[in-house]
């Protein structure tokens, strides 16, 4: 079929995983016991009094927030094609006559006169983007409970199961909610012991308004959270239903909810969607209307399916109510045990890849919030251990190979209305949801975001053809479901050509570390489109300084008050010196005969302006040294810094000089800024080998500032790409792969001199098992392919190994 055709309605992991990503293959069926001495838990002594307490479960495309509330148990829902709106072309059909008088403006040094002709004639339409949802909250109310005692909630990161414990006199209670990705349900299991379980469910519709328990203003959430009274509930609201919305018994056992995407922005809700409930247990189970009864049970099972009519970014006539039906039944007509056996194989042969021990103690017996709030006084080794293994289950739970890719709240949100729309913002925090999959070895996770790009080399294509008349395909500062590809919000924010280009660095990634052709075949149509865009559009510096984009921004980031608008950042010749660069490689790799194509892209990528260093010593963000003079000298973007990380352009080893004006542009920017910028520069200053300086970052990263209570970033608000960028650099001070080189223990923090990493992973195929111990490295295993010869650097020492006849290699 073609790439039109292929869905994620064809959700087949297994036997579709090894012809998307065969390089993995080897790996994905080799599940270990590695982490049976970490510490793979978060827990705490109360319910989820905020919406940032609760516990997320997700298989990729089915998430829950689980509270743990005694009276009334609370499961927020989300199904993650749940956006608003439909199919739409949002290019704007001025924007390709405005194009050349903007760039004149540009080289006349105008720039709020090309930022206004920006707004008026480039700017997509609607000037947004189409908001991520969510499927609602089942509300489970428990009759003839009195109280709550010896309460304990927790989430196991090693079988991906919240749970929560209590006993209400002689009753004992449990609850455990999974997502289970070999079976696409919800489960939900409730028991009672010495007494016996009498509830309602129902369903509440995702309203506009937030729910008043939840923290989704930005405040800083409690970290040490009181107690919530044991018989709290919410009100069920059933008089807000929209008029859409259907809730009715389906069968002698189960509820069934039908309703409708919203509209935004004008562009018309196109969706259906369907959550079923099945109920399965000993006791009288009565569907009364919009609501299931059980009584006198002592066992129950609800078995949670939630389904979108959405079948890719142009067609919208899936049956969700089948497909829900079709799943709830499945899964009822096997026990219990099997369901939960086959969700924790299918977690635990991707999640067990990876163990990591940070220092030599017994395991925290603090619950995770206690720690959380003394994070930046209290040094725990073990907390940064748990985050690396919270944002690898995270970036498990939310992309799987035929799933959406992770979104700016990953799979999780409360309303239809989340903070930027919680769709993808490609100029800095998609990709960095990607910077821990392959070093974090769950280079699967990728997949979802292949195929986003796939779409968008589409979308893409008739965007750079109505707004640029160039060829190839390119994206902007922003996507969503839809794929929408326009500029959006305005010049300050979305006038920027190099998203869809930054997008390419996660794929070329996956083959670094994963080396395949047939892969490799598959992305070079992605790279040479995205190298033509730039072939075409690509225009003169008046001042004779190369080849720069015109027009263009350095994200976010105003050069003079109120105006972004320029010609040629540091960022854009960064990622397009990439771009070109991969591109030539895979050009070269597969013997495309298109040898004029190559020379073009050589002769362009030669005249790309190089990296500057600016009157105050700094990297220059720009091709003029406006930044002593930039209005917000803290900025939480440092897109100029793209060439030392997540780039090697800039490194230690290279470029001595361009890292010291790094070091100078941080040290202006600040260690701590929003969750992901922080994580960003804890990164960076990893990268640079300065590890103290990282450690220091870090500690603020963990601290309940930069992470709430369940551990998820704190922008504030909620965004999940701090998570994943934390992970990501926590994984780097241990190992770091660039320029042909491993690098052990490169920014080895004085606060870990003892620990342990196995199944971390390294570019060209190779994964490395490593211990240390008094700050020095103990011993090294590495795996590959027979024979491979890999460079390893440990301080000053390099020295090159030959991996054995079964393709390991050992250093002690």
């Known amino acids: 079929m073609g790439r039109m055709e292929t869905t994620r309605r064809s959700f087949i992991i297994t036997a579709g995983l090894a012809a998307a990503f065969p390089g993995l293959a080897k790996a994905a069926v080799q599940a270990t016991t590695r982490g049976a001495q970490e510490s793979l838990s978060l827990w705490y002594e109360q319910a989820a009094a905020q919406w940032v307490e609760a516990l997320p479960v997700g298989n990729g495309r089915l998430g829950a927030m689980c509270f743990g509330r005694i009276a009334q148990e609370r499961i927020q829902l989300n199904e993650d094609t749940l956006f608003a709106g439909g199919p739409y072309d949002p290019n704007n059909p001025l924007s390709l006559a405005a194009l050349p008088q903007v760039r004149a403006l540009i080289d006349q040094a105008r720039f709020s006169e090309a930022a206004q002709l920006i707004s008026s004639s480039m700017m997509g339409v609607p000037k947004t983007q189409m908001p991520y949802g969510a499927a609602g909250d089942l509300l489970l109310d428990f009759h003839g409970l009195s109280g709550g005692t010896a309460y304990r909630r927790w989430l196991d990161l090693d079988t991906a199961i919240s749970a929560t414990r209590f006993s209400d006199g002689k009753t004992q209670y449990k609850r455990e909610v999974f997502a289970s990705a070999a079976d696409q349900v919800i489960a939900i299991r409730l ?180 720690r959380i709030a003394v994070a930046e006084q209290q040094p725990d080794a073990g907390l940064a251990a748990l985050y690396v293994q919270y944002g690898r289950y995270l970036l498990l739970s939310s992309s799987r190979p035929g799933s959406q890719p992770a979104n700016l709240q990953g799979l999780w949100n409360e309303g239809v209305n989340p903070p930027w729309g919680g769709k993808y913002t490609i100029n800095i925090n998609t990709q960095m949801n990607y910077w821990p999959a392959e070093s974090a070895n769950l280079g699967e996770c990728v997949e979802p975001l292949l195929r986003m790009v796939e779409d968008l080399s589409v979308t893409g294509a008739v965007t750079a053809s109505k707004s640029y008349g160039a060829r190839g395909w390119m994206a902007h500062h922003n996507t969503d479901l839809w794929r929408a590809a326009a500029p959006i919000d305005g010049p300050l924010w979305g006038m920027w050509p190099c998203g869809g280009a930054w997008l390419c660095q996660a794929l070329w990634d996956h083959y670094d570390y994963s080396p395949d052709s047939a892969y490799l075949r598959r992305i070079y149509p992605l790279l040479k489109g995205a190298s033509l865009f730039f072939i075409d559009t690509l225009v003169e510096d008046p001042q004779g300084r190369g080849w720069v984009t015109s027009p263009s921004i350095s994200p976010e980031n105003e050069h003079h008050k109120g105006v972004a608008t320029c010609a040629g950042p540091a960022m854009d010749r960064q990622i397009i010196r990439d771009l070109f660069g991969w591109t030539l490689k895979a050009h070269a790799l597969l013997g495309d005969s298109d040898a004029a194509f190559a020379a073009e892209l050589e002769a362009k990528r030669a005249r790309l302006p190089p990296d500057r260093v600016g009157a105050q010593g700094q990297l220059q963000e720009w091709l003029e040294d406006w930044d002593a003079g930039a209005p917000e000298q803290k900025h939480r973007h440092v897109s100029h810094l793209y060439g030392v990380y997540p780039s090697e352009q800039i490194n230690v080893r290279d470029t001595p000089e361009l890292v010291a004006a790094a070091k100078v542009t941080l040290n202006t920017r600040g260690d701590k800024s929003t969750g992901w910028a922080t994580a960003w520069r804890l990164a960076l200053w990893t990268r640079m080998g300065e590890g103290e300086r990282a450690y220091a970052i870090l500690q603020g990263l963990l601290g309940p500032e930069r992470t709430y209570p369940n551990m998820f970033d704190a922008h504030p608000p909620f965004q999940i790409d701090g998570n994943f960028g934390g992970t990501a650099a926590i994984l780097e001070m241990l190992v770091q792969s660039w320029g042909g080189e491993i690098r052990l223990l490169a920014a080895l923090p004085q606060a870990w001199p003892e620990g342990s990493v196995r199944g971390v992973r390294a570019r060209g195929g190779v994964e490395l098992d490593l211990d240390w111990s008094q700050g020095k490295l103990k011993q090294l295993l590495l795996r590959g392919q027979p024979g491979q010869k890999v460079k390893v650097r440990h301080g000053e020492h390099l020295t090159e190994m030959t991996l054995d006849a079964k393709g390991r290699a050992r250093m002690q």
């Open 191 to 370: 028991s009672a012991t010495n007494g016996l379980l009498n509830f309602d469910l129902s369903y509440r519709h995702p309203l506009k308004a937030n729910y008043g328990v939840t923290d989704y203003t930005g405040a800083k959430a409690t970290a040490a959270a009181a107690p919530m009274p044991w018989d709290y509930r919410e009100p069920l609201r059933a008089s807000e239903r929209p008029s859409s919305l259907s809730v009715r018994a389906d069968g002698a056992d189960a509820l069934l909810i039908e309703g409708r995407n919203i509209d935004a922005a004008g562009i018309p809700a196109a969706l259906r969607y369907a959550v079923r409930v099945q109920a399965l247990g000993d006791g009288s189970i009565t569907p009364r209307d919009d609501r299931i009864e059980v009584r006198g049970a002592s066992t129950v099972t609800l078995l949670v399916a939630a389904a979108t009519s959405y079948v890719n970014y142009a067609d919208v006539s899936g049956d969700p109510v089948g497909t829900v039906r079709a799943q709830t039944a499945a899964a009822a007509a096997k026990p219990y045990a099997r369901l939960r056996s086959a969700h924790v194989h299918a977690h635990q042969r991707l999640f067990r890849r990876l163990s990591l021990r940070l220092g030599s103690g017994a395991p925290d017996p603090r619950p995770t919030n206690q």
